[in-house]
C-alpha cells in the first residue's frame, strides 16, 4: 500500500456511508489524517466500523454535520488541503425512486460545478455505475440490497443487462484523483455489461447454499446496452475487479455480518 498522505489532512463528508467508509479506510492506510463527518458521533451503528478502521485511533477524528444544517460543515473541512463530498441525504417517497435519485444527483453536481467556479476550486467528480462489492457498515445499503434481490429471485430494476462496478475500484478512484495532480472534471467508473442470468450464475457458482431463485418474470429482455469510455479513470492507476470477485466479496462481507 502506498503511503502518500503523510502529514496530510482531509475531510470526508457523510463517512459512514458506503463508498465513504471505503475511502476513509483507504486514506488512513495511506497515511492521511482524517476528518469525518456523520450525522451523529455518538451513534455506534454509523461510527464503530469507522473506528476500528487501522490507523483510526491516531488519525481519524468524527464532526458532527448534516447537510440540512446550513455551515455545520465549516469545522470539519477547516484546516484541510481537499474533501470527499460523499454525504447525499436520501428520503425517498417519489413515484418513480430510481428516476428521482439521478435527478437529485444531477442536480447536486451542477450546483458543485457553478459553486466551485464561484469560489475558484479545484473541483473533479466521480460518477460510478451500480456500486457493489464488501461492505464495512454493518447495515445494508440500496445499491447492495440489489445484489440480496438477486440471491432472493428478484431484479430490482427488471433489466437484462446490469453494469457493477466495485466499492473498492471506486474509493480508490477518489484518492487518486486527490494525488494526481493533473486529475481534472468528470471520471465515469463503470464495468463491463453483465446479464442477470451471468449475475445469478456467478452467485450460485460461489454459493451454493444459498438456493438462489431463477426469475425472468417482468424482465424487459430488450433493454438497451451502451458504451462507456474508461480510459479517463484507468488513467489514474485504477484498475477494475472483475465481476466474479465483486459479487463473491459482496455476499462473504453480507455472511460475515449475518446479513444474508
Known sequence: MEMNGGGRVVCVTGASGYIASWIVKLLLLRGYTVKATVRDPKDQ????????????RERLQLFKASLLEE???????????????????????ATDPQQWYILSKTLAESAAWGFAKDNNLDLVVMNPGLVIGPVLQPTINF??????????????????????????????????ALET????????????????????????????DLCIS?????????????????EKV????????????SLRDTVLSLKEKHLV
Open 45 to 56: 451503528k454509523k461510527t464503530d466500523h469507522l473506528l476500528a478502521l487501522d490507523g483510526a
Open 234 to 245: 484507468k488513467s489514474l492507476g485504477v484498475e477494475f475487479t472483475p465481476i466474479e470477485t
Open 143 to 176: 445499491s447492495v440490497d440489489v445484489v440480496v434481490d438477486f440471491i432472493k429471485g428478484k431484479n430490482t430494476f427488471n433489466r437484462k443487462y446490469h453494469r457493477l462496478v466495485d466499492v473498492r475500484d471506486v474509493a480508490l478512484a477518489h484518492v487518486k
Open 181 to 208: 495532480l493533473s486529475a481534472k472534471g468528470r471520471y465515469i467508473i463503470d464495468a463491463p455489461i453483465v446479464t442477470t442470468e451471468e449475475i445469478e450464475n456467478i452467485l450460485r457458482e460461489f454459493f451454493p
Open 71 to 93: 455551515g455545520s460543515f465549516e469545522h470539519a473541512i477547516d484546516g484541510c488541503e481537499a474533501v470527499f463530498h460523499t454525504a447525499s441525504p436520501v428520503k425517498i417517497t
Open 214 to 230: 431463477h426469475e425472468n418474470g417482468g424482465i424487459d429482455m430488450n433493454s438497451m446496452t451502451y458504451k462507456v469510455d474508461v
